[in-house]
């Protein structure tokens, strides 16, 4: 990995989540007058955690103070919201969202030790506790959702791994914090344990030795879930399984995280490209070309810094660097061929939305274009997020 140019890329990712945060503490999925100008509660939770790695806990904690604020009453934290807290969700529950405000808080809890505003919000803590417990499947003993990390139901409603690791998370989280301040949290931490053994046997393949993405079941009551009109298992690869190291759910030195790993490995690095695709190609779900996406490779990048390995830790986090436009990442790459590809299916499928069409014109815009590459939203602050928690870790671990 070219070390002064990945420095120029972190400094500039920096720059750019400290630009993309609105004065009321919402943090932008991509900056105003883009393809996503709003607060999502799984980006905006990832930017907090950048915030927290770059030191910047002024921002991390008036992104957390937004959140909370504009909580549900229910306890709920919507899937996305304008600058003044408003709710313009335009899809179905995520419960991830809950499971990673609250792992953002516990980490910025950690990191400066700020009792008093633990404790101010201890209430809203509580609720957004209590929302992931009502979503919980005693016979399983894991979460159900309709949306996670994709927002693609077809392969994410029911018990899916991400959001699990998430909500799993989270809860030990508000366990820590709660021992921390005095508060009885034996039940959270008995609700945190269940799921966590959830995840480590019923989301876990011995013979494929990997993680599963998800267990469809349509009720999240529904008991027992065989008979549910859903019920089916989705084992495809997805960049998404890594999701209970990233949430400290299992260590990255497991042998289930380190054999998941591989088989990712194996599976979605792009043989053209490089980089890591979220998913397999025939989901056909892509928004612009199936192609390898930024913040899935330095999420990848973190369990190689972590196993100390160097070689695939460079490989993973310079490609991040070498795909970088200006010091600046986009949501994914493809070639003109995918795009046009993906374009077809969509547009014989009657299934092209404008928002689509208006995607498609800026990427046509962009100077990669005459280079043979569709660079999709650019700048996207998530990947940004991620390069700069991978980027601390692979230089404390190895600079």
């Not at 029911?158 to 921390?180: D, P, Q, R, T």
């Not at 480590?200 to 993680?211: K, M, V, Y």
């Not at 989705?234 to 998404?240: E, L, Q, R, W, Y």
């Amino acid at each position: 990995m070219e070390l002064k140019e990945a420095q120029k890329l972190y400094d500039s990712s920096v720059r750019i989540v400290k630009e993309n945060q609105h004065k009321k503490g919402g943090f932008y999925a991509s900056p105003p007058g883009t393809r996503y100008p709003y607060i999502y509660a799984r980006d905006h939770s990832i930017d907090v955690l950048a915030a927290i790695s770059a030191g910047m806990k002024k921002e991390a904690k008036k992104g957390l103070k937004f959140m909370l604020d504009f909580q549900k009453p229910n306890g709920e934290f919507a899937q996305r919201y304008d600058t003044d807290g408003n709710d313009r969700s335009y899809k179905e529950m995520q419960i991830d969202g809950n499971g990673l405000v609250l792992f953002a808080l516990g980490n910025y809890y950690s990191a400066t030790g700020d009792t008093d505003f633990v404790e101010e919000y201890w209430e809203e803590i509580l609720a957004a506790k209590q929302f992931i417990n009502q979503h919980h499947n005693k016979e399983v003993g894991l979460i159900h959702t309709i949306n996670s990390i994709h927002e693609f139901p077809a392969y994410e409603h029911g018990f899916e791994i991400y959001a699990n690791s998430a909500c799993c998370g989270g809860l030990f989280e508000v366990a820590k914090m709660g021992k921390s301040l005095g508060k009885k949290v034996a039940k959270t931490e008995k609700l945190a344990k269940r799921v966590k053994s959830g995840i480590e046997t019923a989301l876990w393949s011995p013979r494929r030795h990997s993680f599963i993405k998800n267990i469809r079941i349509k009720d999240k009551h529904s008991n027992p879930l065989g008979y549910d009109p859903y019920s089916s298992v989705v084992t495809d690869p997805d960049g998404a399984e890594y999701a209970p190291a990233y949430f400290g759910v299992v260590e990255d030195s497991d042998p289930k995280m380190r054999n998941t790993a591989r088989r990712l490995h194996n599976e979605l690095w792009d043989k053209e490209l490089g980089g890591l695709n979220r998913y397999p190609e025939n989901w056909n779900r892509n928004n612009g070309g199936y192609g390898p996406w930024i913040h899935f490779t330095a999420m990848l990048a973190k369990h190689y810094t972590r196993l100390s390995n160097k070689e695939m830790a460079d490989e993973y986090l310079g490609w991040c660097v070498e795909r970088s436009y200006k010091y600046m990442l986009p949501e994914h790459i493809t070639t003109i061929d995918r795009f046009e590809l993906w374009k077809e299916d969509y547009s014989n499928g009657h299934i092209m939305r404008d928002d689509k069409v208006v995607m498609m014109d800026n990427i046509k815009k962009h100077p990669m274009w005459k280079q043979g590459l569709a660079y999709v939203t650019i700048p996207l602050i998530w990947p940004h997020a991620e390069y700069i928690i991978a980027y601390n870790e692979y230089r404390k671990e190895f600079l």
